[in-house]
C-alpha cells in the first residue's frame, strides 16, 4: 500500500498570502494518478488538481500544483478567506487508492 | 451537472450488514467509475471499491466483506459491508471517477480524473 506523507498538518496562514502544502509518497507514483482535494467543515471533499498539475473545471487559477516521482506539492498563490480549510493528497496509482491524512489550513 | 444521493440506515448492529444505496443524476450510469468512501476520525479517508460497468475493485482490506453492485435501469448503485464492528462507523461517500483522453510525446491514452463528484455523506453508526 502507497503512503501518502502530507505536511505541514496545520499551516497557519493570514489572508492574501502563499501556501506551500507538501505530498510525499512511500514508492514513485506515475505524475497521471496524484490528486488534490479541498474539504470544508461537514462538506465532502472536492477536486481541485487531477494528474498533478491539471485544475478540475471550475477551480481558481490561484490553485496549482507540481511534484513528480515522491515529492508532490500544492499552492495557493494569495489565500482567499474561503480557501482556510482542509487538503488531502490521493494517489490512483497503486490499489488500494490511498489519501494522506490532510493538511489543515487556518487563519492566523 | 451531476448529483449523486447517499440513502440507508443510520445505526446498524455489530455483526449485521451495512447497505447503502447511491442514486446518480446521469444520463448513463454505466460510463465512468462509480465508488465508495468513508471517513472516520480514528482513519481518514478510505477508498473502499469501486464498480465500472459490471467490474469490480475493492481495497484489499475491505474485500472479504464488501460488494459493490449496480442497478443501471435505476441509475444506482449500491454498497454492502458485511460483519461490521465499531470500526466501521463512518461517514460514508459515493462519488465517482471520470476518464479523460491526453496526449504526450509518446502517444494518445486515458487518464482517471479524481473523484470529480461526491455525493454530500451519509454517517453510519455500528451499536447495539
Known amino acids: 500500500e502507497i503512503v501518502l506523507t502530507q505536511s505541514p498538518g496545520t499551516l497557519s496562514l493570514s489572508p492574501g498570502e502563499r501556501a506551500t502544502l507538501s505530498c510525499r509518497a512511500s514508492?514513485?507514483?506515475?505524475?497521471?494518478?496524484l490528486a488534490w482535494y479541498q474539504q470544508r467543515p461537514a462538506q465532502a471533499p472536492r477536486l481541485l488538481i487531477y494528474a498533478a498539475s491539471s485544475r478540475a473545471p471550475g477551480v481558481p487559477d490561484r490553485f496549482s500544483g507540481s511534484g513528480s516521482g515522491t515529492d508532490f506539492t500544492l499552492n495557493i498563490s494569495r489565500l482567499e478567506p474561503e480557501d482556510f480549510s482542509v487538503y488531502y493528497c490521493q494517489q490512483h496509482d497503486n490499489s488500494p487508492w490511498t489519501f494522506g491524512q490532510g493538511t489543515k489550513v487556518e487563519i492566523k | 451537472h451531476v448529483q449523486l444521493q447517499e440513502s440507508g440506515p443510520g445505526l446498524v448492529k455489530p455483526s449485521e450488514t451495512l447497505s447503502l444505496t447511491c442514486a446518480v443524476s446521469?444520463?448513463?450510469?454505466?460510463?465512468?467509475?462509480w465508488n465508495w468512501l468513508r471517513q472516520s476520525p480514528g482513519k481518514g479517508l478510505e477508498w473502499i471499491g469501486y464498480?465500472?460497468?459490471?467490474?469490480?475493485h475493492y481495497n484489499p482490506s475491505l474485500k472479504s466483506r464488501v460488494t459493490i453492485s449496480v442497478d443501471t435501469s435505476k441509475n444506482q448503485f449500491y454498497l454492502r459491508l458485511k460483519s461490521v464492528t465499531a470500526a466501521d462507523t463512518a461517514v460514508y461517500f459515493c462519488?465517482?471517477?471520470?476518464?479523460?483522453?491526453?496526449?504526450?510525446?509518446?502517444?494518445?491514452?486515458?487518464?482517471?480524473?479524481?473523484?470529480?463528484?461526491w455525493g454530500q455523506g451519509t454517517l453510519v453508526t455500528v451499536s447495539s
Open positions: 514508492q514513485t507514483i506515475s505524475r497521471s494518478f
Open positions: 446521469e444520463d448513463s450510469i454505466s460510463n465512468f467509475y
Open positions: 464498480i465500472h460497468y459490471s467490474s469490480t
Open positions: 462519488a465517482r471517477v471520470s476518464e479523460e483522453g491526453y496526449c504526450n510525446k509518446t502517444g494518445c491514452t486515458t487518464r482517471l480524473t479524481g473523484f470529480d463528484y
